[in-house]
């Protein structure tokens, strides 16, 4: 079974920071594009951020500058540090690992951005 763990998510003040990590089995990162998504409830699963195995990274025009996203090959983990939070930001955060024939997800941490 393929686990995705995520941590960091919680309540901050607009203009402050979080950053969001995903953990998971080196068999899974080191075959599959590493992601980003977020969901408002009543709208779609969004991209927010996404970075491939080779390290290209693209962003979602409305977080980009602010956010970025980055993987950590030793220790089988994806981050997003989300810096100049703002109020809109706020909704669940999901992980995502996917490759040509499969997408995997976790299980989603809330962020929360007070104005």
């Known amino acids: 079974q393929v686990q995705l763990v995520e941590s960091g998510g919680g309540l901050v003040q607009a203009g402050g920071s979080l950053r969001l990590s995903c953990a998971t089995s080196?068999?899974?990162?080191?075959?599959?594009?590493m992601g980003w998504y977020r969901q408002v409830p009543g709208t779609q699963r969004e991209l927010v951020a996404a970075?491939?195995?080779?390290?290209?990274?693209n962003y979602a025009d409305s977080v980009k500058g602010r956010f970025t996203i980055s993987r950590d090959n030793a220790k089988n983990t994806v981050y997003l540090q989300m810096n100049s939070l703002k109020p809109e930001d706020t909704t669940v955060y999901y992980c995502?690992?996917?490759?040509?024939?499969?997408?995997?997800w976790g299980q989603g941490t809330q962020v929360t951005v007070s104005s």
């Open positions: 995502n690992a996917q490759n040509s024939r499969y997408s995997y």
């Open positions: 080196g068999s899974i990162f080191s075959t599959n594009t």
């Open positions: 970075i491939s195995i080779g390290g290209r990274a």
